[in-house]
C-alpha cells in the first residue's frame, strides 16, 4: 500500500511539473520550432556516447565478476544492461531495472549467486564513488561560473527561530546557488554513509549491529564486499576509472542533445550542471525524473547560460529521448533473453532481497 501511494503521488508530481512547464502555447510552439530544426548528427553523436555509457558499465561490471571468479561472457552482461534500461524507463519506481538485471544475472551464475550479488553491490557503490569524484572535480573547477560570483548573504543563527526572516534569507539566495547546495548537501550525506560504513567494518562491528538497526541487511553485506574488493584493489581502481567515462560519457549525451538545438555552452560548463541535474532528477520525486529533469535544465541553463527556456527543455526531452531509445532496444533484447525464466518483479525482488538478508544472516 505504502508503495502503491508513493507511486501515485509520483505520478502526480509529475503530471503537475510537466503541466508547469508546458502550459505556455507560445513556449510550446518554440519547443516544436527547435525539434523540428535538431541537428540530426548532434542527435546521433549523442545516441552513441550513451551506448558507450553502457559498453563502460559491462566493462566495470565484467571487472568486478572476475575478482568473484566469475566469467559471463560480455555480450551476456550488455544484454542484462540493456534490459535493465528498458524496466527502468517504462517501472515506476525508477529501481524496478537493478533489480531485474540482478535477478537474471543471478540465473546466469546459480552456482555462485552470493558472489555475483556482491559484485552487483560493489558496482553500484563504485558508481556512486565515480560520480562523487567527478562532481567534485567539475564543481571545484567552474565554482565561479555556478555561483555566478554571487556570496550568500550574511546568515544569522537566530533566523531559524523566524520563518519571516528565513524566508526572506532563503529569497536572496539564486535558484542555482541552492541547487548547487542542495547538491553539496546530498553528496555530503553520501560520503558521510560510506565513511561509516568503512568504519563498521574496519572495527568488525558490522555483524553486532542489532538485528532491527535501519538498513542492517546493507551494512553486513558491504563488510563482506569490502573485504573482498580490497585484496584486489587493482580491479577496484580499474572499476572506479571505468566509472568516470560512464559519468562523462552520460554528460555528453546531453551536452550533444544542447548542440542539436544551436546552444553553444562549453563542455566544461555543461559538465559541471549535469551533477546537479542528474542527482536532483534521481531523487524519488516524480516518475523516471520526468519533469523534475526538464524544470532543472530550465532553470540552469536560462539562468546560467541565457538558455531559452523552450530550448532548455528541449535539451533534456531530446537527452532522455536519446536513453528511451536504448530502453526500446532492452525491450526487444528482453523479448528474446530466456523468455522461460521471465517472472513476475514482485517475485523477482522478493528472491533478491531474500538473497541480500540471507548472505547478511550468514556472513558468507
Request: charge should be positive.
Amino acid at each position: 500500500m505504502k508503495k502503491t501511494i508513493l507511486t501515485v503521488i509520483q505520478i502526480l508530481v509529475t503530471l503537475g511539473i510537466l503541466f508547469w512547464i508546458f502550459h505556455d502555447p507560445q513556449k510550446r510552439a518554440d519547443m516544436f520550432n527547435a525539434i523540428s530544426h535538431a541537428n540530426v548528427w548532434w542527435v546521433l553523436a549523442g545516441v552513441s556516447a550513451y551506448g558507450v555509457v553502457e559498453v563502460l558499465g559491462a566493462m566495470r561490471w565484467l571487472v568486478l565478476l572476475r575478482v568473484q571468479g566469475i566469467s559471463v561472457p560480455w555480450y551476456r552482461l550488455g544484454a542484462l544492461l540493456m534490459i535493465g534500461i528498458f524496466f527502468n524507463q517504462f517501472m515506476p519506481g525508477g529501481t524496478g531495472g537493478d533489480v531485474v538485471k540482478i535477478f537474471y544475472l543471478l540465473k546466469e551464475t546459480p552456482n555462485k549467486k552470493t558472489q555475483a550479488l556482491l559484485a552487483v553491490l560493489m558496482d553500484r557503490l563504485i558508481g556512486l564513488i565515480g560520480l562523487i569524484i567527478v562532481a567534485g572535480v567539475v564543481i571545484v573547477w567552474r565554482w565561479s561560473w555556478l555561483t555566478q560570483n554571487q556570496p550568500i548573504p550574511h546568515f544569522e543563527f537566530a533566523w531559524l527561530f523566524s520563518f519571516a526572516k528565513m524566508k526572506l534569507w532563503l529569497g536572496l539566495i539564486p535558484d542555482t546557488t541552492k541547487l548547487l547546495y542542495t547538491l553539496l548537501f546530498i553528496l555530503g550525506g553520501t560520503v558521510l554513509g560510506i565513511v561509516v560504513s568503512f568504519a563498521i567494518t574496519g572495527l568488525g562491528l558490522a555483524h553486532k549491529l542489532p538485528a532491527r538497526f535501519p538498513k542492517r541487511d546493507i551494512f553486513v553485506d558491504l563488510s563482506v564486499a569490502y573485504s573482498l574488493y580490497a585484496r584486489a584493489w587493482k580491479a577496484s581502481l580499474l572499476a572506479i576509472f571505468l566509472s568516470f567515462g560512464v559519468h562523462i560519457c552520460s554528460f555528453l549525451l546531453f551536452y550533444s542533445a544542447s548542440r542539436a538545438v544551436g546552444a553553444s555552452i562549453p563542455l566544461a560548463d555543461f559538465c559541471a550542471i549535469m551533477p546537479i541535474i542528474n542527482t536532483l532528477a534521481s531523487l524519488p520525486i516524480s516518475v523516471g525524473g520526468a519533469g523534475v529533469r526538464e524544470g532543472l535544465f530550465q532553470t540552469m541553463l536560462n539562468t546560467l547560460s541565457g538558455v531559452k527556456k523552450a530550448d532548455a527543455v528541449v535539451i533534456s526531452l531530446l537527452g532522455a529521448a536519446m536513453v528511451l531509445f536504448w530502453g526500446l532496444v532492452g525491450g526487444v533484447i528482453y523479448i528474446f533473453y530466456r523468455p522461460s525464466e521471465h517472472a513476475r518483479l514482485r517475485d523477482i525482488k522478493k528472491e533478491v532481497h531474500d538473497l541480500e538478508h540471507d548472505i547478511a544472516t550468514e556472513g558468507k
